[in-house]
């Protein structure tokens, strides 16, 4: 099993910037693939970012430009780095792993853009 924590979240102006962390522990497989997932209130969960274990990384349209999503296989630290926030990007945001059929998620953390 693999077991996720985020951090990072918080309430930021409109414009501003923010770095969210997963840490991950537990049988992590060499090839996976790790992302970055919100949900926002009366909303569905959405694809923020992926990015494989070989460092490809796959972006959603409404984030593109303003988010950077890394990852550290070393230190087993995923990131989402945001810049050019917006009110329309508060949500909670999810950590996920994949490899294969199995698939986990970390608790989440709130990120909130005031305006």
């Known amino acids: 099993q693999v077991q996720l924590v985020e951090s990072g979240g918080g309430l930021v102006q409109a414009g501003g910037s923010l770095t969210l962390s997963c840490a991950a522990s537990?049988?992590?497989?060499?090839?996976?693939?790790m992302g970055w997932y919100r949900q926002a209130p009366g909303k569905q969960r959405e694809l923020v970012a992926t990015i494989t274990s070989g460092g490809n990384t796959n972006t959603a349209d409404p984030v593109m430009g303003r988010f950077t999503i890394s990852r550290d296989n070393a230190k087993k630290l995923l990131y989402l780095q945001m810049n050019s926030l917006k009110p329309e990007d508060t949500a909670v945001y999810y950590c996920?792993?994949?490899?294969?059929?199995?698939?986990?998620w970390g608790q989440g953390t709130q990120v909130t853009v005031s305006s």
């Open positions: 996920n792993y994949r490899n294969g059929p199995y698939s986990t």
């Open positions: 537990g049988r992590i497989f060499s090839s996976n693939v």
